[in-house]
Each structure stands twice: as structure tokens, then as C-alpha cells.
């Protein structure tokens, strides 16, 4: 009985809860892009932009996947993450940058409510100040994890979002597999920052 008990404990402690349903409610990922299509139209983007995101995406991105899960904000300390984050190298950069768009700080800050201060630190923290436009496609990324489950409904609402700002023009779609669609920055710098950017369709960057 003791026996019974601590692998049923040990199975409690290391499956999810609601793992497997998440699974089997799951559609074929090209089934997932066929709806994302479909909605796309009804929502009145236009059918050469829904074609140009989607045309070359054709299976889940595993390391999308893999490092949405393994963000160092969630798996390390506060302490170890700020201290491998806040180098002297980027507090200078930090402060020549914000001296060099002092401007532009007060503007999006004033028309935000948010102090031009935060704004540059997020701005360092999520692209370097402009030095790192990263390595994979958002539309990619953003299908990955609307599809995944983990938070569809959240990285869904985003994906609608990036199509409405390449509809307006705002972004221009790159179809050529080395630079394509739009490129994202660190896989989880489609984070807090950047979701209310696309849900704004805006982008001081």
C-alpha cells in the first residue's frame, strides 16, 4: 500500500494538472492555421497580407516551445537574474541612450502614463536599446504558442494583433525565409512590453 501510494504521489507531483486533456483538445497545427486564416478574412485583413504571414509557416517552432518554458525570469532567483542582467556595460548604454532619446521618452511616456525611466529600462532589457531584433519570426513564434495551449487564448489575441499591424502597413511583411514576416526579439520579449505594443499597434522602437 505504501508502494501504491508514493508513485501515485510522485505521478500527482510531476504530470500537470489537466495535462493530457490540453493534449487531446489540441487540432493538428495545420488544422490551428487553417482557423487563424479563416478568422484573419473575417476580420477584414486583407488576404495578400494573411498570405504573405502564413504562407511559410508550416510546423510548431520547437524552440519557441522550449524556451517559453525556460525563460530565466521564471527559473532563476530575482537576485542571480538581475545580477546576470544589470551590467555596468548596459547601465552606461542605458543612460547614453536615454539622454539620446530624452525626447521621444517624454512623449511616449506622457501619452502612456509611463515614467520615461521605465520605458528605457524596458527598452534595454527587452532589445538592448534597439541592438537585438532577434532570431525568429513573431508570426511564427506567436502561432507556436497560440497553438501550444499553454495560454492560447492570450498569444491568439497577440497573433491577430501582429496581422492587424501588418494590414495598417505599420510593419511590412518579408517573406524570404532568412528575413521573414516580422522578427522577434528574445522568445519571451514577445512579453509584457511587446503584447501591449501589438494590442496598441504601436511601436517607438
Excluded at 510531476?14 to 478568422?39: C, I, N, W, Y
Excluded at 509557416?57 to 542582467?85: F, G, H, K, M, N
Excluded at 525626447?103 to 515614467?115: I, K, N
Excluded at 528575413?179 to 504601436?202: F, K, M, N, W
Amino acid at each position: 500500500m505504501r508502494i501504491r501510494d508514493g508513485v501515485l504521489l510522485c505521478v500527482i507531483a510531476v504530470v500537470p494538472p489537466h495535462a493530457g486533456g490540453a493534449q487531446e483538445s489540441r487540432p493538428a497545427f495545420a488544422d490551428f492555421l487553417a482557423g487563424v486564416r479563416t478568422e484573419a478574412l473575417s476580420r477584414g485583413i486583407r488576404p495578400e497580407i494573411v498570405d504573405e504571414a502564413l504562407s511559410n509557416i508550416e510546423q510548431p517552432v520547437p524552440a519557441v516551445i522550449e524556451r517559453d518554458r525556460s525563460q530565466a525570469e521564471t527559473v532563476l532567483s530575482l537576485e542571480r537574474y538581475l545580477s546576470r542582467l544589470v551590467t555596468p556595460r548596459l547601465v552606461t548604454r542605458g543612460r547614453t541612450a536615454f539622454s539620446n532619446q530624452m525626447m521621444l521618452l517624454d512623449e511616449v511616456g506622457a501619452s502612456y502614463g509611463v515614467p520615461p525611466a521605465i520605458l528605457a529600462a524596458i527598452w534595454g532589457i527587452e532589445s538592448n536599446f534597439g541592438g537585438f531584433s532577434g532570431v525568429r519570426p513573431t508570426i511564427a513564434a506567436l502561432a507556436t504558442l497560440a497553438w501550444e495551449g499553454r495560454r492560447a487564448a492570450l498569444f491568439r489575441s497577440e497573433l491577430f494583433a501582429a496581422l492587424e499591424i501588418l494590414n495598417h502597413g505599420i510593419v511590412k511583411c518579408r517573406p524570404h525565409a532568412s528575413d521573414r514576416v516580422v522578427v522577434s526579439t528574445r522568445i519571451h520579449a514577445i512579453g509584457e512590453q511587446h503584447e501591449v505594443e501589438l494590442s496598441l499597434g504601436i511601436d517607438p522602437e
